[in-house]
């Protein structure tokens, strides 16, 4: 069983005119393989907002790679890593 490694990266992330950032790890190409939770730097936008639709779909997208550091929003410790790929294991299992 193979985990992701730890996400020592940087990206800053846009969902509508919303602008963040998160840890990740990426493919030689750059590609987010996965992340740690969005680092939100202003507010949901309401949804009465012209630009909340234009939110919905890219925050899904972001989403899609928040799973194996779902919940953390800082660079895991050594410590909770090894724990996240133990608790990993044992649900693959």
Known sequence: ????????????VTAGSR???R???CD???RVVSSC???WLDPEPGRESSDY???????QGIE??????????QLPTEEEYRRLCLEYNVEES
């Open 23 to 25: 840890w990740c790890w």
């Open 64 to 73: 899609s790679a928040i799973n194996f550091y779902k919940g953390h929003h």
């Open 1 to 12: 069983l193979r985990f992701p490694r730890p996400p020592f990266t940087i990206k800053f």
């Open 37 to 39: 939770e969005v680092n």
């Open 28 to 30: 030689r190409t750059g």
């Open 53 to 59: 639709e234009d939110y919905i779909v890219g925050i």
């Open 19 to 21: 602008f963040g950032w």
